[in-house]
């Protein structure tokens, strides 16, 4: 009875308090109550990894009133003003820790009704149930003692402050335990509307919720402030925010040699990655109108989509509202004028379903353009990008590089419109159905599963009125939160402009699930404005903890994040849908990482978790950059096959092709021709080394091994062979007589030319072009099936048969730059291969024995 009558007496000593805006926090912006936007409506916080994005967040000031920057720094050089910048990392830790203290007082203000509030719970007159204050009070203790421990071993270092002082450790171990705040995260809103409910139905919870005590530093004059339960609800989401500045300042400040700059570093990526997957889940609705009714209807989701509408693409802007999703499209106004929408359609989601192919007697044909011109856009892009730069170091170049900027964004928006190919259909209940194509997988997911949480409401079908309808098209030009069309042309030239070359990631293994299952992961990266599937694990089956440990290397083109798929395989043919590119397996989880180039472009492997939905899927990455990956590396071991001269193989085994060349063709051949993709997809970079060293070593059991092994490995070896080999397969003599060649326009003196140039290879190398050149053929034969023309086999070996091997006198010639992916070289290494990929069949006897009509050498 004593302790209960205790308990009763702390929750009324908490009843009484005045009002109070709350702004202790050094790094608060505004003093806008947490959790409210300003028209009062309730919105859900949106972590921004940016300083001058979070709606609750000014940028904020170093003492020299500097903004702090977004983009990760990069360190004080070894022996730069090393004392200075010592000197300002303590300013900022010391910053840094009297916002910790503020935050530690604020959760122990959130927690101290707790206990309380517990005891009464086993009483005959509870304020909550037990089930209520767990959710309300989800991981707060947890917050609280990993930032208090952090806290205390923080503060001797301060006190203590020298050049030795290392505070690295803390804060990656602080990052390492984000996982905490991950869970709180997604109870956040649960909590939340669980306070609420409880504060309308006990008056005494809703005293104590409504005016919580905070102490204040100990250095400050006021003893306690007031502040309310939900204010203080969003200070775990609001801080992780705040960490990943100061962690910017730190390493801004911190000598690269100092034993703290990694461990920073390493803390940075840690919080950065965490949260970006947490803007990915969280619901970022910032701002609503009011409907005619008095209710807030708020945006949660807007995008560019692309329409098929009327047998055509057309670029849309949709917007997802709380009861309804809107398409329109921007009007075109006069220069000057503000821009605005025009609405194109609605439908109320009461009325919304997702229709599949079988719902609908008459879908419209989605017309695919071939890949090759796909490939051919994203060259004449790159060439301008390139061009750019260069007019960008002429005196007078700038007003070339305008009109050179407004043909890269028609370019750019032309790939934007054609590259997507996968549907995603929905349907008015009362009306019309629509299809949007999208270029992700994970997109579409997210779309879908944005509309059905919402559904998942009591949603009342509503109608709206001409002039309701106007007043919700207007607004959609201020609620927007994704302002420009994705295209490079949009970006400031300040931002990054992602990684050229090649990522590899190695799939380790998956936990998490509840019930075994068939499960295979999917990696996708972003590329000119849009995320493409670039990688799929084997499916591992019936088990609850797949073990892939599948390596595999990714072509990076200007990509700035990484996203992993976990799907569960539908093996139930009664559930194919009719549509070849529709998904039917289900996405078990997704996330995505940022692809910091400070990270990931070490030598060493990075290991890294993405969190999604309870599923954790552990891998590793390291990235080459394009220019030391198209390097071509003698092999120091002459008695291997790769990185050997052609000849010095085929005089080896006494044959006139190399041995790795026809064994390769004839598995693919063999089972590998109708396989959708085939030497496009990547296969597993393990597989692909285990060939190798087999190979090089001429293991008996190169047969049973090939035999055993996934086509897209096989696939893999043999392009690598070919990537590897010291000089490309057509010469570095013949080189710049090819390019002349493929750029003649007379159709008989190209011919004349492209032939007596292939007579004048040696013959090791014309026997295996001739005989790669009528396998990539018959591949290509079976298009219809394996969806790999003449166009896209040209595209994937040309370079690697052509691409010059880098001599003293050549080094960075035919690479620029590392985001100079596709140069006017690479295009006509491309045109070069077509060219005899198109040609009627060629003879090596006739070839030889045909001198045209001049055969002056070359």
């Known amino acids: 009875m004593a302790f209960f009558f205790e308990a009763v007496c702390t929750i009324r000593s908490l009843f009484s308090s005045d009002d109070f805006n709350y702004n202790t926090d050094g790094y608060e912006g505004d003093g806008t109550e947490d959790g409210k936007s300003q028209d009062g409506s309730e919105t859900l916080p949106y972590i921004d990894e940016s300083p ?38 303590k300013l900022v830790l010391s910053g840094f820790l009297a916002s910790e203290e503020i935050y530690i007082n604020q959760l122990e203000a959130l927690l101290l009704p707790m206990r309380p509030l517990k005891a009464t719970a086993t009483t005959s007159q509870p304020v909550l149930t037990i089930q209520q204050i767990e959710t309300i009070f989800y991981k707060i203790q947890d917050i609280f003692e990993i930032h208090k421990e952090f806290y205390d071993a923080l503060l001797p270092s301060i006190q203590q402050w020298d050049e030795k002082v290392t505070v690295g450790h803390l804060f990656q171990k602080l990052a390492s335990q984000l996982g905490v705040y991950k869970a709180f995260v997604d109870n956040y809103k649960v909590a939340l509307e669980t306070a609420e409910k409880c504060s309308q139905a006990n008056i005494q919870f809703q005293k104590i919720s409504e005016n919580l005590k905070v102490k204040g530093p100990k250095d400050s004059k006021e003893c306690t402030t007031s502040i309310s339960m939900e204010a203080l609800l969003y200070k775990p989401i609001d801080r992780v ?28 990526r840690i ?26 209807r708020q945006l949660v989701k807007d995008g560019f989509l692309v329409e098929v509408s009327e047998s055509s693409r057309k670029l849309r802007h949709v917007f997802l509202f709380t009861d309804l999703l809107l398409c329109a499209k921007m009007k075109k106004t006069a220069v000057g004028r503000h821009q605005q929408y025009e609405c194109k359609w609605y439908i109320p989601l009461a009325d919304l379903t997702f229709q599949t192919l079988d719902d609908s007697d008459s879908c419209p044909s989605i017309q695919v353009l071939p890949e090759h011109e796909i490939e051919e856009m994203k060259i004449k892009i790159s060439v301008l990008k390139s061009e750019i730069q260069k007019e960008k170091k002429a005196p ?31 349907h008015n209940k009362h009306g019309k159905s629509y299809l949007f194509l999208l270029s992700s997988d994970y997109e579409r997911s997210e779309w879908r599963e944005s509309i059905q949480k919402l559904q998942k409401k009591d949603l009342q079908a509503c109608v709206l009125s001409s002039v309701e309808l106007q007043v919700l098209t207007s607004s959609c030009f201020k609620l927007r939160t994704v302002h420009n069309i994705p295209v490079t042309s949009n970006k400031d030239d300040e931002e990054t402009p992602g990684l050229y070359g090649f990522l590899h990631v190695i799939v380790h293994s998956a936990k998490g699930f509840k019930e075994s299952a068939n499960l295979y992961c999917t990696l996708e990266v972003d590329s000119y404005g849009y995320f493409v599937s670039k990688a799929k694990t084997r499916v591992f089956r019936d088990t609850t903890e797949p073990q892939w440990n599948e390596e595999f290397e990714i072509e990076l083109e200007g990509s700035q994040y990484l996203r992993i798929l976990c799907y569960e395989k539908c093996y139930d043919k009664s559930m194919l849908n009719k549509d070849d590119n529709e998904i039917v397996d289900k996405i078990m989880g997704k996330g995505q990482v940022q692809l910091d180039p400070q990270t990931v472009q070490s030598k060493n492997w990075h290991m890294d978790v993405i969190e999604m939905n309870g599923i954790k899927v552990e891998f590793s990455m390291k990235f080459t950059s394009r220019d030391l990956s198209l390097k071509r590396t003698p092999s120091k071991k002459q008695s291997g096959v790769f990185g050997v001269k052609i000849n010095v193989v085929t005089k080896r085994e006494r044959s006139k092709v190399p041995y790795i060349v026809r064994q390769c063709i004839e598995e693919v051949e063999k089972r590998g021709i109708d396989e959708v993709g085939i030497y496009r997809i990547s296969g597993v970079a393990t597989d692909i080394q285990a060939l190798k060293l087999a190979f090089d070593t001429n293991t008996k059991d190169i047969l049973v091994m090939l035999s055993d092994m996934d086509i897209n490995a096989i696939a893999g070896t043999l392009k690598l062979y070919f990537r590897e080999l010291p000089e490309p397969l057509l010469t570095d003599r013949l080189y710049p007589a090819f390019m002349e060649g493929i750029a003649l326009s007379d159709p008989a003196a190209k011919e004349n030319c492209m032939m007596h140039l292939l007579r004048s290879l040696p013959d090791p190398n014309l026997m295996t072009f001739l005989t790669l050149l009528e396998h990539l053929k018959r591949v290509a034969d079976k298009e219809p099936v394996n969806k790999m023309s003449l166009h896209n086999l040209a595209t994937v070996f040309g370079p690697t048969l052509l691409r010059p091997s880098e001599s003293e006198n050549t080094k960075g010639q035919h690479i620029t730059s590392a985001s100079d992916i596709w140069s006017h070289d690479v295009m006509a290494q491309v045109q070069v291969l077509l060219y005899y990929l198109q040609h009627p069949p060629i003879s090596f006897a006739e070839l030889k024995r045909n001198t045209l009509y001049f055969s002056t050498d070359v």
Not at 252 to 267: G, I, N, V
Not at 284 to 294: D, E, F, L, S
Not at 399 to 404: A, G, I, K, N, Y
């Open 241 to 268: 925010t705040r960490s990943t500045l100061v962690l910017h300042d730190l390493l801004k400040h911190t000598p690269k040699d100092h034993p703290d700059f990694p461990l920073l570093q390493d803390a940075l």
């Open 271 to 296: 919080s950065q990655n965490f949260l970006s997957s947490i803007n990915e889940e969280i619901d970022p609705r910032r701002t609503a109108v009011t409907t005619p009714k008095g209710e807030a």
């Open 396 to 426: 007078k170049g700038q007003s070339r590089v305008e009109r050179l900027r407004k043909k890269m964004n028609e370019q750019e928006s032309w790939l934007l419109l054609h590259s997507p190919t996968i549907p995603f259909r929905i």
């Open 52 to 89: 001058t994005m979070s709606p609750q967040l000014c940028a904020p000031q170093g003492p020299d009133g500097e903004a702090v920057s977004p983009t990760p720094p990069e360190g004080l050089p070894p022996g730069g003003d090393i004392e200075k910048g010592l000197e300002m990392k």
